[in-house]
Nanobody, 126 residues
Framework: QVQLVESGGGLVQAGGSLRLSCAASGRSFSRYVMGWFRQAPGKEREFVAAISGNGARTVYTDSVKGRFTISRDNAKNTVYLQMNSLKPEDTAVYYC???????????????????WGQGTQVTVSS
């Protein structure tokens, strides 16, 4: 059974940092694109960042460029999202996902991703 489990969310003041982790089990995803998305109350789920299977290629939404860093450890079947200089508008539930149809070119569309975690809440206070 495939499972993605996010952790590392919490409450932080504006300007602070958090590091999210997403551990995959049930199969290896080391060959595939993995991504992070977020959903704020009353809003649609939006793309945050994604990384190719070999970790060589990353893509970010404009609002997080220079503040967030996605990385992965394929030996641990885990993907990370380091979030620095957090802002109140970063408040959302953060989800990790895997796209088993892509290995080298990270996609940004939620519908392209096949497996999802349950999400972890990130709250940034002003």
């Amino acid at each position: 059974q495939v499972q993605l489990v996010e952790s590392g969310g919490g409450l932080v003041q504006a300007g602070g940092s958090l590091r999210l982790s997403c551990a995959a089990s049930g199969r290896s995803f080391s060959r595939y694109v993995m991504g992070w998305f977020r959903q704020a109350p009353g809003k649609e789920r939006e793309f945050v960042a994604a990384i190719s299977g070999n970790g060589a290629r990353t893509v970010y939404t404009d609002s997080v460029k220079g503040r967030f860093t996605i990385s992965r450890d394929n030996a641990k079947n885990t993907v990370y999202l380091q979030m620095n200089s957090l802002k109140p508008e970063d408040t959302a539930v953060y989800y990790c996902a895997v796209d088993i149809d892509r290995a080298l070119v990270p996609g940004t569309v939620p519908a392209a991703y096949d497996y999802w975690g349950q999400g972890t809440q990130v709250t940034v206070s002003s």
